[in-house]
Nanobody, 126 residues
Framework: VQLQAFGGGLVQTGGSLRLSCTSS????????MGWFRQASGKEREFVAA????????EYADSVKGRFTISRDNARNTLSLQMNNLKPEDTAVYYC????????????????????WGQGTQVTVSS
């Protein structure tokens, strides 16, 4: 599966952005999806993940209550609505996919994802 993330940009503290990730092919619904981010000089970290059907969702503690992950399997699209952005949210954001059975729990480790998009830069100014 090929993934393409877009929607990043420069925003002030407290602002909002919506990231999207589109998938090629017809099997998007067979993959659990996740968002990860990597700030300059830091390790890649988990942001949010969603199961194949969207019924299971996990968030990193740092984004709970501010970010919302969603997916539209009919449109092969994954989204991340980011509200109340903070300077510490500044990073390159990546979408990722992993093959999954429908009943599997959501995974939060980046090593468990096999397919990655190219990343989109999010910069939050103070």
């Amino acid at each position: 599966v090929q993934l393409q993330a877009f929607g990043g940009g420069l925003v002030q503290t407290g602002g909002s952005l919506r990231l999207s990730c589109t998938s090629s092919g017809r099997t998007f619904s067979m993959y659990a999806m996740g968002w990860f981010r990597q700030a300059s000089g830091k390790e890649r970290e988990f942001v949010a993940a969603i199961s194949r059907g969207g019924g299971r969702i996990e968030y990193a503690d740092s984004v709970k209550g501010r970010f919302t992950i969603s997916r539209d399997n009919a449109r092969n699209t994954l989204s991340l609505q980011m509200n109340n952005l903070k300077p510490e949210d500044t990073a390159v954001y990546y979408c990722a996919a992993r093959s999954s059975i429908s009943s599997a729990p959501v995974k939060t480790a980046h090593e468990q994802y096999s397919y990655w998009g190219q990343g989109t830069q999010v910069t939050v100014s103070s």
